[in-house]
């Protein structure tokens, strides 16, 4: 805790001079602010060099990451309590007690703000890098439109289907990726640990080794060798593309090499059309424009290909082009292109989107059974060999050591 010292004019415009105690000078002012002053001067005093067990709990707090599950939770919770009739102010007292972490902290400074007259989506302004980028937008509007509860709950599903659409493409990629590290450990194990030995005992008796288990020592001697060298280029490649990837050219032409990856590229296309379908539907049924949703659209998709033709087409769009005509030649697929078009005729593009991500979103769970049922077949296959193989090698040797 600190100490402030702060001049300030009261309702009568009167000055007033004293001093307080706050964790930061932010919090400081909304607390002069709720007492009806104004702040003329904030200033520091002396910061307490120990720390209590609540500046440790506050500190903590700000640190610890919030999760998908609290953010879907918080603003189901405020759609429902706005809905029961509540004030935005006891909606989010509420909320404070529903939680912990880092989220009631937040939940804190949020309804600070409001009761210090400050607008509900300048508050979660404040905090852009822990919400989603579209929820200040979507509360601005439903200010206006004085649908606050609906847009809570339309944030909630975003959110939701965000994160069922990225859990479908981690678990499917997930499965194979496991069971290959897991076949190469136990193929180097085998190789480096198991095949040398029977080499020694080879060279002990004075025999030739038959060629699959010379070609497994072999093999195991050129790991030993340069395994630690491999292993550095991998690491150095790796860390190369990773920094790489951060640079917009860079970023670009990587993006779109995983867009023409057999099957995976596919998947990373449907669920795009549904993540953008859905979302421009709800955005323009809040009310928000459709170059508006178009700019926040664009910072939410995570491939560079289609985020650079969201915003082809929306400098189509304010150059006097249709939206469906303004995504030819992009990286949307047709279905989508065509929908965009026909629900631009008949002045019922939200449905149409709606059904579009509805659409994707069953293709892309499709997508990733079929991937998940290839994978399968093919990690057994290659462990299967591999493991054969070595085995092979080793009852070869037994057999030629036996006989």
């Known amino acids: 805790m600190s100490t402030y010292q702060y001049i300030c004019l009261n309702q009568n415009k009167k000055r007033e001079v004293g001093t307080l105690d706050a964790s930061s000078q932010g919090v400081a002012a909304n607390i002069l602010r709720e007492r009806g002053l104004r702040v003329l001067e904030l200033a520091i005093v002396n910061s307490s060099a120990a720390l209590n067990s609540s500046d440790i709990s506050v500190i903590l707090a700000n640190i610890l990451p919030i999760s998908t599950g609290q953010k879907i939770f918080f603003f189901r919770q405020l759609a429902l309590t706005l809905r029961s009739g509540l004030s935005l102010t006891e909606s989010l007292e509420i909320q404070q007690n529903l939680f912990s972490g880092r989220l009631v902290e937040v939940v804190k400074n949020i309804n600070q703000q409001v009761r210090s007259g400050n607008s509900l989506s300048d508050a979660f302004a404040t905090h852009k890098k822990l919400f989603p980028a579209m929820a200040e937008h979507l509360i601005r509007s439903a200010e206006a439109t004085g649908e606050l509860d ?45 095949i040398p030995k029977f080499a020694e005992f080879f060279e002990k008796a004075g025999k030739t080794m038959p060629p699959e288990t010379q070609s497994m020592v072999n093999l195991a001697k050129f790991f030993n060798d340069w395994g630690l060298v491999i292993t550095g280029i991998i690491i150095v490649i790796i860390m190369g593309l990773s920094f790489w990837h951060t640079m917009p050219k860079g970023r670009l032409v990587l993006d779109k090499i995983m867009l023409k990856i057999p099957i995976l590229g596919s998947v990373i296309i449907f669920g795009a059309m549904s993540q953008i379908s859905w979302t421009l539907s709800m955005l323009l049924n809040s009310g928000l424009t459709l170059l508006d949703s178009l700019g926040i659209i664009r910072s939410l998709v995570g491939n560079q290909v289609i985020s650079d033709d969201i915003e082809k087409a ?3 769009i304010l150059s006097g082009k249709n939206f469906g005509a303004s995504l030819e030649g992009s990286s949307f697929t047709p279905l989508v292109q065509n929908l965009i078009t026909v629900g631009e005729k008949s002045g019922s593009l939200v449905q149409v989107l709606q059904e579009s991500g509805a659409h994707y979103e069953e293709a892309l769970n499709h997508k990733n059974k079929v991937l998940s049922g290839l994978m399968e077949p093919v990690s057994i296959l290659l462990i299967g060999g591999m493991v054969a193989y070595v085995y092979i090698a080793f009852f070869k040797a037994i057999f030629a050591l036996s006989g």
């Open 314 to 316: 929306r400098l189509g």
């Open 150 to 194: 609906v847009v809570m709950e339309r944030i909630a599903t975003h959110i939701q289907k965000k994160q069922d659409l990225s859990r479908q493409t981690m678990s499917t990629m997930l499965y194979p990726g496991i069971t290959m590290l897991i076949a190469v450990g136990m193929f180097y194990m085998l190789v480096t640990k198991v």
